[in-house]
């Protein structure tokens, strides 16, 4: 019997570890809210424009990226080598227009763009690649293979290291943890043991070099393979999940993070929920993390 091919990421891991509910309703069955929170759509474009930039400033473009596709789509594609800043918030605004941001926050976001390129002006990294996607096995039994998936930011070097990278956008200074699936993901993905998080804050009161930092983590190999068994055991959970299983929910977890986006569902009775699901809430596209690995390997 061939073994069932089950592909995860980090965002998949934090969730079935919070809560399976939580889980199926978002991964499995493609549960959103009708309105995307501000704070993931500022980032989403933050993001948008940190790719085009670095692409344009190292030479980097990838025309058939999803990003560079839909500019050249809307007839904004660049004919000749542009100016980077300039191009990437042209660029922004666009992508603005298919998010749900008023134009305070998008001026917002195009000001802190502005003021993070001009802090690092010279920047001692090279950058190696951007939206780099891959896949590698995380765990296989006589069941199942476990693909883990990851998309990274940026790739860089400096000196000896090359590590891989993740933007980060924040109104609130927080300390950032090591103990992250996502960044220890990274590390053993790509066989560093280096993981650079790179902080962009959006707080209005502090100083430049306060908003803009750059986290340097640091993983030994026995902390990676810590993670990866780890890992492995919450795969197999999911895959539970996935195979119609009973998914529990966590009540422990209802309150974290501001509040789980499903609270007003699970509050009501079993029998009541589908009515508010279908009022409150829509169903998008499907989860699939190996969705930007097939897209890059079809170019």
């Known amino acids: 019997m061939s073994k069932k091919i089950v592909t995860l990421d980090s965002q998949v891991l934090n969730m079935i570890q919070l809560c399976e509910r939580k889980t199926k ?3 499995i069955d493609g549960i959103q809210p009708n309105i995307k929170a501000e704070a ?8 948008k ?36 800043k300039n191009f990437t918030i042209d660029a922004g605004r666009f992508f ?22 001009d802090f690092y002006k010279e920047d001692p990294w090279e950058t190696l690649a951007l939206e780099s996607v891959g896949s590698k096995i995380l765990y296989e039994n006589e069941n199942y293979q476990f693909v883990y998936t990851f998309k990274i930011d940026r790739l860089a070097k400096r000196d000896q290291i090359i590590a891989p990278w993740d933007y980060k956008t924040s109104k609130k200074r927080a300390e950032t943890s090591s103990l992250s699936n996502q960044f220890i993901g990274y590390a053993w993905a790509t066989d560093s043991h280096y993981v650079i998080v ?3 804050g959006f707080q209005k009161t502090l100083k ?14 026995e902390r990676i393979q810590e993670w990866l068994v780890n890992a492995s055991y919450w795969a ?29 569902v699970c509050e ?27 897209a890059k390997l079809n170019d």
């Open 208 to 221: 430049r070099e306060e908003r803009f930092q750059r986290i340097f983590l640091s993983y030994d190999s």
């Open 96 to 117: 603005a227009t298919k998010m749900d941001l008023g134009p305070d926050e998008v001026n917002e976001v195009i000001f802190q763009f502005e003021e993070y390129v």
């Open 25 to 27: 309703y978002t991964f």
């Open 49 to 84: 424009m940190l790719e085009i930039y670095e692409g344009l400033r190292c030479n980097l473009v990838d025309p058939n990226s999803p990003t560079w596709a839909q500019l050249r789509d809307a007839s904004i594609y660049p004919e000749s080598q542009p100016e980077a």
């Open 236 to 264: 197999l959970i999911y895959a539970q999940v996935l195979e119609g299983g009973p998914n529990v929910m966590n009540w422990t977890s209802c309150d974290k993070y501001g509040g789980c986006i499903f609270k007003p």
């Open 40 to 47: 993931l759509e500022k980032g989403d474009l933050m993001h």
């Open 268 to 294: 009501r009775a079993p029998s009541a929920r589908d009515w508010i699901i279908e009022r409150d809430y829509r169903v998008g596209e499907k989860w699939d993390p190996a969705r930007d690995l097939e």
């Open 198 to 200: 790179d902080k962009i």
